[in-house]
């Protein structure tokens, strides 16, 4: 993040999200989870705790420049195929 404080806002977040996963963890509840969480699995906070549902990644931001980055993602505990396609 681009600042303390949006770490901050995005460890809230993490922590929310974590805390979701684990409820449908515990109750045995499959689940997708889709969005842009602002952050990559570059990020340490993020990789920690979310990089074993994601079953892989895609450049979505900045696609086809050295600056692309997979910031939207898929999370999921089932078996799903990720495939990208032309907007």
Same mark, same amino acid.
């Given at each position: 993040?681009a600042?303390k ?11 929310q999200? #974590?805390?979701? /996963?684990?409820?449908?963890? +515990? ?5 997708? &989870? ?25 450049? #979505?931001?900045? /696609?086809?420049?050295?600056? +692309? ?5 898929? &999370? ?12």
């Amino acid at each position: 993040p681009a600042s303390k404080k949006a770490l901050e806002e995005n460890l809230v977040f993490f922590n929310q999200l #974590s805390e979701l /996963i684990a409820e449908y963890e +515990a109750n045995k509840t499959n689940f997708i &989870i889709v969005g842009d969480f602002n952050s990559t699995c570059y990020s340490a906070y993020f990789r920690e705790r979310f990089c074993t549902y994601i079953p892989k990644s895609i450049y #979505s931001w900045n /696609i086809g420049t050295p600056l +692309a980055l997979p910031l939207d993602h898929v &999370i999921t505990n089932m078996n799903v195929d990720i495939e990208r396609t032309k907007n």
